[in-house]
């Protein structure tokens, strides 16, 4: 203990007012040296003329060196093991009202250290601290320790060591012993232990170390935790697990590091649902505000953070993030967000909802060709199709791996994106729009062969029908992996909400059973050459529905431009037009000189030519999807009571937060140009009469929010709600209780039941 701090202990003894030991704080120890010197000799001369002061007492006080308190080394085996740890603990007693400090000990105090003297080759671990209690004294609050408490330290001895001898661990502790006023003490504290090869017994410590262990912080993984700031004040953010609702009032986070947060502000608790907030007040000594949160976060007398277990001290580890909101944790694991579901649960949702993706719109045009295929193979070898069977189950499979394996990595790196989130790409649309546009050309026979990309569809389709390209059966399984993208089909949603919260093995058993859901129904056709022979013969009539199959093709081109356009402008809309053109171009030099009939010289020239064209076609698309998004409406006016389509409101956290906190029912559509199923909900739900007379009848906020293009707010809002595709349909009943999720693919019935439980506008 140096000179200049002993003296600042002094000075606390003889205090008068309540500020002193905050003063005491902010004094440095080379100037504080000398103006206590000066104070001292005051205080010492008001003592000879005025008799016993402070000082006096607490200078007879001082010949104990640890007055008030006495410390001990104990541990809680009875000998020691050659290389295995074991614990040991500091324990410290004090008398009735006074007390020690925490590793952070708040507006004033000096936390417990011990300087060890150890045997070669000995180490030992830093203290695992229990968590304090808040001591006030006048406006200031500390935090620290009463009556007893063990310091536990892991030690680790040598392997070298002999059976039958002994060992002396010894160190010297310090401390800060506080009551109305604070004595420096310290003590010399040893112990000896045998050394022993067999499994020690504990001591009559053994049950005290295990309470403090229970005393300790520990890591909950089923609450989420964020923190945001705003100005001074700070915000930790808590969502619940599933199924619980403590109450958290009296709750207080205890920071880690000195001068971050003032120990003396209130920490307020409010709830949202399954969401808490704590409100904390920066420190008026910090230096620049904090990047993380650090510390301990203890529950209300006789609540726990677990309810199977006793947690009451929860260690908080966290980012701030100014722009962080209540949304962005809610829901760790309440019902709505469908944190809830199990795995194999999980994989259940996930199998059925591949299945029913192939009933979507966004599937069936590359599904079209398969089933084409089929009928072409009816009556052929069994090996064969079942080999195509198997292989575009494969590629089914592949393809949801490495779709799987982008988004958890891209994830991974801090990207916030979800299911489909390549198709917020105008680069990956225009390229698909080519590619469905070249695979309707080569269905009405424009091309036939070829090497080029855009012949590479034509080629698969073409292989495909005839029942010999094992490569064409692998690849339709990927094309139509990459086309149901858009698609979350019922189930889907909860499953996919659930991988992105997972390891990556259990996320990618979940995109596995989705997959398997997707490709079964074809490979069980494939598997049974009897239902296949029931189709009529080849002939004619095959010609006639390839053909046909064409128009799909082409209709998934157009939605394609139309979410081009969406992404981009009308200009950019115009210059994959162009490159669609070029594509028509290329197809009809490949079909009008067609390679049988061309000298060498001219099949160069023709292919050139048609490559020149694919190639300027698919750099003119590229060139159109770098062009400027064009500038939507804005929402409609708050006070503005319509049902049209310009009372939808653009989403944000805040503005629902703030629609919420009205009390005023808020609907929130999670949809996305590119996603069919949205489109379809839309168009036959949103808008019906009956729908939008009864969101103005229970008077909701209608609150849509547009993913066509990537936005990291509407991925947060996804992601607390459990799910990472759209569309998602949330509805908030604006009492604050938690919102409902409707299906992904809605029925007049399933919102207007949604809403019957809202109160009436008038009412």
């Not at 839309?682 to 008077?699: C, H, P, S, W, Y």
């Amino acid at each position: 203990m140096n000179h200049s701090r002993m003296m600042g202990y002094t000075f606390l003894a003889a205090k008068s007012s309540t500020q002193l030991p905050y003063f005491s704080m902010i004094v440095s120890p080379r100037t504080g040296c000398r103006f206590w010197m000066v104070v001292v000799g005051l205080i010492a001369a008001l003592g000879i003329v005025g008799g016993a002061t402070p000082l006096q007492a607490q200078t007879q006080a001082s010949d104990d060196p640890s007055p008030h308190s006495e410390a001990t080394l104990v541990s809680e085996q009875a000998a020691i093991v050659p290389g295995e740890s074991f614990a040991v603990a500091l324990r410290l007693e004090m008398e009735e009202g006074w007390h020690s400090y925490w590793k952070n000990p708040g507006a004033s105090g000096e936390p417990t250290s011990i300087n060890w003297s150890l045997p070669d080759g000995y180490e030992a671990g830093a203290f695992q601290w229990p968590y304090p209690h808040r001591i006030e004294f006048g406006s200031l609050t500390s935090y620290g320790y009463s009556e007893e408490v063990f310091l536990i330290t892991t030690m680790t001895p040598p392997d070298t060591l002999t059976a039958g001898t002994t060992v002396t661990l010894s160190g010297r502790a310090e401390w800060l012993i506080c009551e109305e006023i604070c004595l420096p003490a310290h003590s010399d504290v040893e112990l000896t232990l045998p050394v022993t090869e067999e499994a020690p017994a504990t001591t009559e410590w053994a049950s005290d170390f295990d309470a403090t262990r229970a005393k300790q912080a520990k890591s909950v993984s089923d609450w989420s935790i964020g923190a945001g700031r705003s100005g001074d004040n700070y915000r930790l953010i808590l969502g619940a697990p599933d199924g619980q609702r403590p109450d958290l009032e009296g709750a207080y986070f205890f920071p880690s590091e000195k001068s971050v947060l003032d120990p003396g502000a209130p920490q307020p608790v409010t709830r949202e649902g399954g969401t808490y907030t704590l409100s904390l007040r920066q420190s008026e000594y910090a230096q620049a505000p904090a990047d993380r949160l650090r510390g301990v976060l203890v529950a209300p007398e006789g609540a726990s953070w677990a309810p199977d277990e006793e947690v009451r001290a929860m260690q908080v580890d966290v980012p701030v993030d100014s722009t962080l909101s209540v949304a962005d944790v809610a829901g760790a694991g309440s019902s709505s967000a469908g944190g809830g579901l199990s795995l194999p649960w999980a994989l259940a949702f996930a199998f059925a909802g591949g299945l029913l993706l192939n009933l979507m719109p966004c599937v069936f045009p590359v599904l079209s060709v398969k089933i084409l295929g089929f009928a072409e193979e009816a009556g052929g070898e069994a090996r064969t199709m079942r080999r195509h069977g198997w292989l575009f189950g494969a590629g089914v499979l592949v393809s949801m791996w490495v779709l799987a394996g982008g988004l958890l990595a891209l994830r991974a790196a801090g990207s916030q994106i979800g299911w489909g989130f390549q198709l917020q790409s105008p680069i990956f649309i225009a390229l698909m729009t080519m590619l469905f546009f070249g695979i309707g050309l080569n269905l009405l026979g424009a091309f036939e062969v070829g090497t080029t990309l855009m012949n590479w569809g034509g080629r698969m389709q073409t292989t495909a029908a005839s029942g010999t390209g094992n490569l064409s059966a692998f690849l339709t399984g990927v094309l139509a992996t990459v086309v149901a993208t858009p698609c979350t089909a019922p189930f889907m949603g909860a499953a996919l909400g659930v991988a992105l919260t997972l390891s990556t093995a259990g996320a990618l058993f979940i995109f596995t059973a989705l997959g398997v859901g997707m490709a079964t129904p074809y490979v069980v056709l494939a598997m049974t050459p009897a239902l296949l022979d029931r189709l009529p013969d080849p002939g004619a009539w095959m010609e006639t529905l390839k053909q046909a199959f064409a128009f799909p093709m082409f209709a998934t081109a157009i939605w394609l431009v139309w979410v081009f356009g969406r992404q981009t402008s009308n200009g950019g809309v115009a210059f994959l037009l162009a490159g669609l053109l070029l594509l028509g171009v290329a197809a009809w030099i490949v079909n009008r000189w067609s390679a049988p009939r061309l000298s060498r010289t001219a099949t160069l020239v023709t292919r050139g030519l048609a490559g020149a064209a694919l190639v300027g076609g698919i750099a003119i698309a590229v060139i159109g999807a770098g062009s400027a998004p064009r500038t939507t409406t804005t929402a409609a006016s708050p006070d503005k009571a319509s049902t049209t389509e310009t009372a939808w409101r653009s989403y944000s956290p805040e503005a629902v937060e703030s629609l919420r906190a009205e009390g005023r029912p808020v609907f929130v559509d999670f949809t996305a140009a590119w996603c069919l199923t949205c489109q379809v909900n839309k168009r036959r739900v949103l808008t019906a009469e009956t729908i939008q007379k009864a969101f103005g009848d229970k008077n909701v906020a209608l609150v849509r929010a547009d993913w066509t293009n990537r936005d990291p707010e509407i991925t947060k809002a996804l992601e607390s709600h459990g799910r990472s595709g759209v569309p998602v349909y949330v509805l908030y009943a604006g009492d604050g209780s938690e919102p409902t999720l409707l299906p992904e693919v809605l029925t007049e019935d399933a919102v207007l039941n949604a809403l019957g439980d809202l109160p009436s506008a008038s009412s």
